[in-house]
């Protein structure tokens, strides 16, 4: 008679903001969420998040002059932040918000 093995998948918790090394993979990321979001603010603000754990917490929030504790509630995905707080953290990690036409 044949031995039957089970096989047991492990998974494990995957974090975006451990493979964001370069601004430019910041940039790609950021430009790809917004592409995705379909007008979700708490989902840009969330993919910003990432970014910022990827970059640092800490210097994020001395470069923006918010403490760390606001930083991670406003973009955590939960809720909106505001927009001026979407400003600063932008310009924090070194990235650049501009507009183009839409494809109609």
Known sequence: MAEIRKTQTITTHYDVAEHLRTPEEMAAYLEACIDEANGDAAFIAKALGDIARAKGM???????????????????????????????????????????????
């Open 58 to 104: 800490a210097q994020v929030a001395r470069d923006t002059g918010l403490s760390r504790e606001s930083l991670y509630k406003a973009l955590s995905g939960e809720r909106n932040p505001s927009f001026d707080t979407i400003l600063k953290v932008i310009t924090a990690l070194g990235l650049k918000l501009h507009a183009e036409v839409a494809p109609s």
